[in-house]
């Protein structure tokens, strides 16, 4: 068995570690290896075993606060943290940032000293505050703002400039105030590989869902026969969310055409509607590596929309025979987006039912790389 020892708890450690790739029968899994770490911290400096969901009445560090682990469907461990909201509010809340937060207090409360807390703070551009009088130890700070969590507070969450910040109050007074980065690793927890391979490995097992279409009252003429529902953009005009219809008698009919290249595939991507089209995704990894699969593009854009992902097609040129372009989801919620570059044969526009797509994903990708990636990809 693999033994994983914190550097900031050697000389409290004697606990072994569950491997993330092949745990022994009957341990606990974890879906990143900081949880498994964060366990391991636990199970040293508190005796605690993390073996399956629920409450764990346990101090850590003098903090008033039990902890609380969490369970995926797969039955893997996919949270431990402070509770210090009710879960059934964060479940109405359908947001992660809740569970950062307790996770992210319980980690500073589990640093060695005092200074390790605070250069984690600087580092990962986190600011903490409270009208809570401060001693100037910020590990004792952080107790009693958490004595101070009850069921009376209110929270306000709010995000600017690709910051979150989370207001805890109880009436005037801010009990915390938490201001973070929308960056995907920060908030989940994962690394970049172990975001990629949790992608794939979704894809693999998604269930598709069907996407509700447009009502009669969502369409607007674009041009005379054209009308258009979800008209958006992404950042440049050329980046849409839009799909195409024509008019017959009060049906709208979704355009697919070769006569209309760059609205059929906005169409193909946007629209949600299923076409009967498989992609081959060739899914670029962390460390020069890759993923090849088929599933069927219905279920991948099921998958997006579950992971509440926004969809935006670009169509960057079009030859006589293909069409160069790139898919977007964008989840500003958790400041990613995967793009997905694609080189279309036109002649598969006018029965595409039964046809292959290929797509080359980049994953989790940050605005600034979009033009680059989609210009060195095609």
Known sequence: MKKIISPKLVCLCLFTGISLSLPLSGQPRYTSKLLQDIAGQLSASCGVA??????????????????????????????????LFAPDMVEKQHTPIFHFVERYMLELLLTQTDADALQRLQMERIKLSSDIPMTGKLRKDLQNIIAAFSNRLSFLLSNAGNRYKLLCMDGNRTILSIEFPARYELITGYTKPEAENA?????????????????????????????????????????????????????????????????????????GIDYGATVEISQSLYGNKSHIYEIPLSRLTSYLRSQKCSLYTAIRKIEKDRIYGAWMAVNPELGYQHILTFTLDKSVIPEIKGKQVKLKMFSYVPIHNIASIIDNNQ
């Open 50 to 83: 993390i073996e399956q969901s629920g409450d764990i009445p346990v101090k850590i560090l003098g903090s008033p606060a039990s902890l609380f682990v969490h369970q995926s469907e797969t039955k893997e461990i996919d949270h431990i943290g402070l509770k």
């Open 199 to 271: 992608v794939y490995m979704s894809l693999l097992t998604h269930k598709s869902t069907s996407v509700p279409q447009p009502a009669a009252t969502d369409f607007r003429e674009k041009e005379p026969g054209i009308y258009t529902a979800n008209d958006d953009y992404y950042m440049m005009e050329n980046i849409v969310s839009t799909s195409y219809y024509t008019k017959e008698g009060d049906a709208y009919q979704p355009v697919f055409s070769q006569d209309r290249p760059i609205e059929s595939v906005c169409n193909l991507f946007n629209s």
